[in-house]
């Protein structure tokens, strides 16, 4: 499991992230929920062990972070950051092999693997093509991929980070990507994922870390945190909040 204790980021002499107290849970969705410049990103960087914290510690099962090296981690923690970049005409199937790099399970089980992820990304169709060819959503979508299969098939004590994997989507491929890392989570994978997209949050998120510049506000599951008043103290925005007539999650309306 994937913990962070009482972790502090500095940037200079600012302090950007502080007082951060969670737990990643096997099988479970954390989403990351708060206005622009409140940390989500800093908060990801320092999980997955970009960014060295000024105090507290990042644990991954009982040893901290910094300690895993190379393949072993690699095993265990992927991330998908909010831009991904590659200047090469790599095939959209070698990118997401690349994922595979940390393991030794030989190319036939690889390739099973990259297809079964690029499957499950809503991408198979991308096979082939040049990744340089691609729209901005379907980059996404590839890395998506590239990820899943990097941890494929997703089990207990293995962590997936993503940050805003939605962003360039449409709505169609909004709730595609949701469900396929949601059916990763499933299977036993912890996941913490960025999001701006409330209602989303709400379906897809067992728990939810609503940030305020750089400290959590509130850290419990949709139907406590996303309420009226803990939206308006750090979004500013008036809401009315409902439950959902199919699934019965929080349904936020803007007023």
């Known amino acids: 499991m994937l913990r962070a204790q009482s972790l ?6 600012k302090t950007v992230l502080d007082g951060i107290d969670l737990g990643l849970e ?6 990351v929920l708060g206005p622009n410049g409140a940390g989500k990103s800093t908060l990801l960087g320092a999980l997955s062990g970009e960014l060295p914290p000024a ?6 099962d009982q040893r901290p972070l910094a300690d895993w090296r190379g393949a072993e981690r ?3 923690l992927a991330v998908l950051p909010q831009t ?12 997401v092999g690349m994922g595979r790099l940390p393991h030794q399970t030989g190319q036939v089980r690889d390739d099973e693997i990259v297809t079964a992820a690029l499957q499950a990304a809503d991408a198979f169709h991308l096979a082939g093509r040049s990744y340089l060819a691609l729209s901005g959503g379907e980059r996404q979508r590839v890395h998506l991929a590239r990820v899943l299969a990097q941890l494929w098939p997703g089990e207990s004590g293995q962590t997936l980070l993503l940050d805003e994997p939605t962003s360039m989507l449409d709505p169609l491929h909004q709730h595609t990507t949701l469900q396929a890392i949601r059916t990763f989570a499933d299977r036993g994978a912890a996941v913490l994922i960025i999001l701006h997209d409330l209602n989303l949050a709400a379906r897809y998120c067992d728990r939810i870390l609503l940030l305020e510049q750089g400290r959590p506000h509130a850290l419990d599951s949709p ?20 439950a959902h007539p ?8 803007a007023r």
């Open 8 to 13: 502090q980021i500095r940037r200079g002499q």
């Open 246 to 253: 199919e699934r019965g999650h929080p349904l936020i309306i």
């Open 55 to 60: 105090a507290g510690q990042v644990w991954l």
């Open 84 to 95: 991904s970049t590659l200047d090469f005409a790599f095939r959209v199937e070698e990118v």
């Open 223 to 242: 139907d406590v945190v996303l309420r009226p008043e803990p939206l308006k103290a750090v979004f500013g925005l008036e809401v009315l909040v409902q």
């Open 26 to 31: 096997p099988g479970q969705i954390l989403g």
């Open 74 to 76: 690699a095993q265990r």
